[in-house]
């Protein structure tokens, strides 16, 4: 079994072989000179591998001598060929880690195509290796999901024991409890899938095998991987309870599976076509494994639409606006207006646009039906045969998804409808647009999701509904907020899970959050030139359920309905039946399967049951404040206001703005002078007093606020979600520089000691669709040109540091603190622990910057933490790209990142004895450049992945890739003299 990042590493590798398969088929045959006809005797060889064949030592030297001079570039050429000798590719990491260091793989997958000869068996051989690949792939996605499995149906059925009390749920629909008798029944004969350790281990024995071509061309592996079975039905107890380690490993992996979308995306649209696809396609079975993946989760499926609309864009929905049903944002398109669509998007994508339209589909629906296949059922041995949703299960979950992406399309639109406000008006014009957002949102509430968040009614955001008509079982049918932040989860206030979680099965009570209420008193634009982002702050609410969980958009509902058609199809799956009559209707229909979740838990206990008397009283004061300001007019002809009806001054509302705008322009220009005492002398501002003003009140802090002010602030599993919406640009280029970020900081922690260790603050990027993103906001930070504008008396940012913390202390009197980790108050760090801070984080993105190559690092792109670290931001020029005006680059930054004089200063510069880091700078750096080298393969193949997609040109990735892997090419051994020197030469 492989994880997604080896799937990608290995993956890339095959992918490169088929581009180069005419160079392949030129290298002489190497027969095996033996064949198992047994696969655990193959484990014997030299080369093991499932179609591994068994070559001698010397055998192998002689073949890379054959294959050095088919091609004799560097690794680091843009010429650079995967068929070249591998051992000149060992020779670039003196300190690799497991996956660098285990190239056998490489060997094996070149052995393996040598070993037939040169023809169509070559080409056969090479899509069964990637078939082999992508099945490994599945194999470790599916023992994560039956690990996840196990942990939520044994929390389900502690829900359901504890929710059978005869009056919890009046409404039980007569079908779902037939429905649920039949599963019992029949899940006291299944059998437990779960595998155990020592399953495990013949699985992994057993996971190669020798690959024999037929005569026919047909493949046959000589073993067979047991297949895990998600969806089977056991009875689960606290013996069969995974443990802490393994779900940690389980939400690890699939966090670190769903930040992998993009380069999946890439895989599947930009990888070589299958070489035979009438024998096997593994493009086409990596292509419907994702499918799979969106039908079982769909709160996966709706990024999965997001990056596929930045493929293909959203210009063609236009052709199709008068077809779109409210609440339903999925556009079906026949294949005879497929020609329409090409046209105007282009022939080039129309692999993207049909697989956004199957995407869209599987998610909206819970159906599959490929664009392909041409049939509601994609067969594969990947993932269990998926079973359709009945009918009326289908719709709730299209209408809860559709309006969770058009919550978020609104937003974007938000964005770009505000370049065409004034910039004076453009704030209030942001209120009010949250306003209408929050009414929409009331409506979907009180209606119980049967009016959606795009209908239409020309109210104005003080009309029907207000807060009083909200009740507590309302908010179980608001939308969900698909973003999920870096800090595990969102700020609550003063609530003791800020600091975050300490095991898997702490954080997946939390779930997906729902939507309660936009901020709008909170919202503000940022600085731009040219676009308007904006600051959002959201009122989400814990729902304890995942997005695969059906609970989540069959919330309050009184029943589940199913025809004729979908009861048969459900028993047919539980018994087997003689009659010839039944079988043939059951053949004739599709399957259907309600989730087992809505049928272990009759009713849902994790959402929010009351709103407290608070919440009661504050809907009341905000509706009679809305009453007040709606009946300044008689309400005859709707909803109006002074400014377009005023009662004196200009008649002409233009020269009313105008006016406005004279009034507005004259105090910038002439601000009144405040009065000053000349007999007292300015006071300077130090300690937390500058802190505060500086930064503002410290984000816990702010959170209660909202808290207390908000009638949704009782609500259980109350929660502040920060972010910033940016439309009009490509968010993808800075999402790929995050997942760098992401992963360099994850190998800092585990793998460097905490005395060099850097640390960065890596935040989630999400982009939804081609020309929008949403941003995590980092709180408690500002720029640093914003510090030193509110700092009074501002000198260098030395002085500010030994201001807000307090002066150096001397030498001799220092405590080490670098084997502690801060977590307090600000007013407790010290200058030592500031100055520490600022250290490691300089550290970690000053490599991030030598790596990537990010330009453009002016001070209003990166920012500083109350606790003095940096973090970068907006990282619109990377890879050597530049801010040019035409095609005339502004400046040239030639620097390998940004260490400026200020900065040093900071640190203390190379005086140890007065206090100096910069020695302890090049020494973390030196650690830290090692770590990163030791993973080269990884992070070359995730950019190289993700920049194929970007650039629609694969030699153009693989140069770019290439100067990545040149650029983590270690000069030396660790802690040798030519290591030193070179890191020495990048400092200065």
Known sequence: MVDVTGFLVRWLYLCDLARHIAE?????????????????????????????????????????????????????????????PIQNQRSTNPSPTPLNSDLKWKDRYFTSILSYPAGSQRLYALDSLRMELIQQFAQHLRKTDNTLKRYSSFCNQKDCIKNLAPDTDPYLDADLEIVRAIELATSMSDEDDA????????????????????????????????????????????ANLPSDG????????????????????????????AMQPALLDPILKLRQLLLTRCLQDPNWGIEFCWLLEAEVGRAWKTLFEHRQQTGRRLIVVLPAEKAAVLAK??????????????????????????????????????????????????????????????????????????????????????????????????????????????????????EWPHLSDISADMIKYSVHFPLEPKTVTWPGGNDSKNMGFTSAAERSKTGVMRVLNVVSSECRILASRERCPYLVHLEVAETGMEGSDARLYTSGAKGIGTTIGESLSMLGENYDCQDEEVQAFGEAFPTYKIPSELLLSPSSSSDSEDIAQ???????????????????????????????????????????????????????????????????????????????????????????????????GEVKGWRLASFIMKAGEDIRREALVMQVISQLNEWFQTEIPESHRPKMRPYSIMCVGGDAGLLECLSDAKSVDEVKKNIDGFTTLRDYFERAYGAPTPQDAQIDYHNKNF???????????????????????????????????????????????????????????????????????????????????????WNFSNGGLGV?????????????????????????????????????????????????????????????????????
């Open 920 to 988: 302890k700078f090049c020494k973390m750096f030196e650690k830290a450049f090692a770590c990163a080298s030791s993973h080269s393969e990884e992070i070359v193949s995730l950019v190289e992945s993700a920049l194929i997609n970007l650039t629609g040109n694969p030699t153009v990735s693989k140069q770019l890739a290439n100067g990545i892997k040149n650029r983590l090419r270690m000069r030396g051994p660790p802690e040798s003299v030519e290591q030193k020197t070179f890191i020495m030469n990048l400092v200065n």
């Open 823 to 909: 977590c307090g108050d600000a007013s407790d760090i010290t200058f030592e622990i500031a100055q520490d801070n600022f250290l490691r984080s300089l550290v970690g993105y000053s490599l991030v910057c030598y790596i990537l190559q990010i330009k453009d690092r002016h001070n209003a792109n990166i920012l500083i933490d109350r606790e003095g670290h940096i973090m970068h931001i907006d990282f619109g020029f990377v890879l050597g790209d530049t801010p040019k005006m035409g095609k005339v680059p502004i400046f040239n930054e030639r620097a390998p990142f940004k260490l400026s004089a200020e900065f040093w200063e900071v640190l203390g510069g």
């Open 24 to 84: 392949i088929q030129l290298l002489p045959h190497q027969p095996t000179p033996f064949r198992h006809s047994n696969p655990r005797d193959a484990m014997t060889g030299p080369v093991q591998g499932r179609y591994g064949t068994g070559y001698p030592a010397n055998s192998q030297q002689n073949e890379f001598r054959n294959i050095e001079r088919v091609n004799s570039g560097s690794t680091d050429s843009p010429n650079f060929n995967p068929i070249q």
């Open 614 to 712: 608070k919440c009661e009283n504050k809907g009341t004061e905000y509706y009679q404040k809305d009453q007040d300001k709606a009946t300044k007019f008689p309400s005859r002809g709707g909803w109006q206001s002074d400014e377009l009806y005023p009662d004196e001054g200009y008649g002409n509302p233009y020269e009313t703005v105008r006016q406005t705008e004279y009034e507005e322009l004259h105090e910038q220009l002439f601000p009144p002078q405040p009065h000053q005492m000349p007999d007292i002398l300015p006071t300077t501002t130090t300690g937390t007093s500058l802190l505060d003003k500086v930064f503002g009140l410290p984000w816990s802090v702010k959170c209660e606020q909202i808290r207390q002010a908000s009638p949704y």
């Open 345 to 462: 998007i282009g022939s080039a994508k129309r692999e993207a646009f049909e697989l956004l339209q199957d995407v869209e589909q599987a998610t909206a629906y819970g159906c599959l039906f490929s664009t392909i296949t041409g049939s509601h059922h994609v067969n594969t041995d990947l993932e269990p045969n998926p079973a359709r949703l009945p009918s009326s299960l289908s719709l709730r979950r299209c209408s809860h998804f559709g309006d969770t992406m058009h919550f978020i399309d609104r937003l974007s639109r938000i964005s770009l409808d505000l370049r065409r406000v004034p910039a004076i008006h453009r704030q209030q014009s942001l209120i009010d647009s949250m306003e209408e957002m929050n009414r929409r949102l009331r409506r979907r509430m009180v209606t119980k999701g049967d009016v959606s968040l795009d209908v239409e009614d020309n109210g104005g955001p003080d």
């Open 246 to 273: 393994e779900l940690d490993s389980a939400y690890h992996s699939m966090s670190i599976f769903r930040e992998y979308l993009p380069q999946l995306v890439s895989a599947v649209l930009s990888s070589p076509a």
């Open 195 to 238: 595998s155990s350790p020592e399953d495990d281990k013949e699985e992994a024995s057993t996971e190669e095998a020798v690959l024999v071509i037929s005569d026919e061309g047909a493949d046959v592996f000589g073993a067979s991987t047991t297949s895990i079975n998600p969806n089977s039905q056991s009875s689960y107890d606290e």
